[in-house]
Antibody, heavy 120, light 110 residues
């Protein structure tokens, strides 16, 4: 059974870099699938942040592309998100998830999410 | 890229059917058969309910069905049950390696 778990600081200061990690269990991420990050501001809808393929290829939301980096650590079976120059608008629940059958497809397995607040 | 347009709310009585729309453009919903629907209960992660416009993952009741016409996709929930009360989101592949979600619809079971 594949499971995803987000981890990282719950509070980040404005202008700093948000860093989160998603640990995958029950499946080796180097074997396949696309792995993504999605966020949800309090009381608002979902926003796709970006996705990484098991090969390391990355795909980013154009509106966030200049500030986002997603990377893999296959030795730890993890993938990570870095979002630079954060502001209060980046306060959100951050989810990691797996694309179900390919990049074009939706997300079939989600982590429980981790809340990140941007505040001084 | 703009978010897909969903009605903020929808409602129905137990046993009834309700349909939620998701309107995009020919660059996303209308251009690809890669529309998905998610159910999200308060404080929980989203759950995939429909993929590739009409397909249901294993374990999703057949009361949930999806369709698409032009630039608008729809999710229909038949035989409404109390546990169907949740937020529902659509998503679509948007070309050029982009992905877009809808703004969400709060479904209330009266």
């Amino acid at each position: 059974q594949v499971q995803l778990q987000e981890s990282g600081p719950g509070l980040v200061k404005p202008s700093e870099t948000l860093s989160l990690t998603c640990t995958v269990s029950g499946y080796s991420i180097s074997s396949g699938f696309y792995w993504g990050w999605i966020r949800q501001p309090p009381g608002k809808g979902l926003e796709w942040i970006g996705t990484i393929y098991h090969s390391g290829s990355t795909y980013y939301n154009p509106s966030l592309k200049s500030r986002v980096t997603i990377s893999l650590d296959t030795s730890k079976n993890q993938f990570s998100l870095k979002l630079s120059s954060v502001t209060a608008a980046d306060t959100a629940m951050y989810y990691c998830a797996r694309h179900s059958r390919g990049f074009y497809e939706g997300f079939d397995i989600w982590g429980q999410g981790t809340m990140v607040t941007v505040s001084s | 890229q703009s978010a897909l347009t969903q009605p903020p709310s929808a409602s129905g009585s137990p046993g009834q059917s309700v349909t939620i729309s998701c309107t995009g453009t020919s660059s996303d919903v209308g251009g690809y058969d890669y529309v998905s629907w998610y159910q999200q209960h308060p404080g929980k992660a989203p759950k995939l309910m429909i993929y590739e416009v009409t397909k249901r993952p294993s374990g999703v009741p057949d009361r949930f069905s999806g369709s698409k016409s032009g630039n608008t996709a729809s999710l229909t929930v038949s035989g409404l049950q109390a546990e169907d009360e949740a937020d529902y989101y659509c998503s679509s592949y948007a070309g050029s390696n982009n992905f877009v979600f809808g703004g969400g619809t709060k479904l209330t079971v009266l």
